[in-house]
Each structure stands twice: as C-alpha cells, then as structure tokens.
C-alpha cells in the first residue's frame, strides 16, 4: 500500500518560505495525480495545489495562486510544495494525498478521488 510521509513544516513569520515535501518509499508515485491539502483550525480541508502524474500540469486555488507551487520528482518519489510570501491566514495542518485523477471536470484532484493520504505537517505563520 501506498504510504506518504509529509515534511517541512513548522513555524514561520508572515512573508516568509517553506518548503515540503511529499515522500513515498517502494512505490512509484508516477502512477498518481498528488494534491496538497489544508485544514486550519474549525474550518474545512481545502486543497491548495494538484500536479499530474506527469508533473506537466498543476492547478491552484486563487487563495495561493502566485505564492504556492508544487513540483514532482519521480525519480525520487517526492512532490514539493514551496510556500511563498506566508501569511496568517495559511496556518493549517497541510496534507499530501495521491490518486488517479488529476481533473474530473469540476474539481483537480478531487478529494474523493485521493486513496492515499499523509498524516500532515504544520505549518505555523506567525511573528
């Protein structure tokens, strides 16, 4: 089974960077579209990048577009998530999560169309 592990989270100030990473072991993670998702204190998940198996085409919510940016590296089995200019407002447990679908039409990465998931990071933004 495939299991996810997320990395590099931790506390920031506002307008700082982080970087995290999605790792898997023994698996090829190329079979699957990746999304990362986040869940702040009392309100809903919510994700905010997806990339292709491929890694030739990511999405963003307009919440983070311009600040966020996810890469793949299948080689390493990894997906990144490089987290620029941070405010308050992005302080959440954040989540990797792999599956078939990258687009249903509606959504990228649809959560119901993620099998597998991480168990998050933190990302704290505050001075």
């Known amino acids: 089974q495939l299991q996810l592990v997320e990395s590099g989270g931790g506390l920031v100030q506002p307008g700082g960077s982080l970087r995290l990473s999605c790792a898997t072991a023994?698996?090829?993670?190329?079979?699957?579209?990746v999304g990362w998702f986040r869940q702040a204190p009392g309100k809903e998940r919510e994700g905010v990048s997806c990339i292709s198996n491929s890694g030739s085409a990511t999405n963003y919510p307009d919440s983070v577009k311009g600040r966020f940016t996810i890469s793949r590296d299948n080689v390493k089995n990894t997906v990144y998530l490089q987290m620029n200019s941070l405010k308050p407002e992005d302080t959440a447990i954040y989540y990797c999560?792999?599956?078939?679908?990258?687009?249903?039409?509606?959504?990228?990465?649809?959560?119901?169309?993620?099998?597998?998931w991480g168990k998050g990071t933190l990302v704290t933004v505050s001075s």
């Open positions: 023994g698996f090829p993670l190329n079979r699957y579209a």
């Open positions: 999560a792999a599956g078939r679908t990258y687009y249903n039409g509606k959504d990228y990465c649809p959560e119901y169309g993620m099998t597998y």
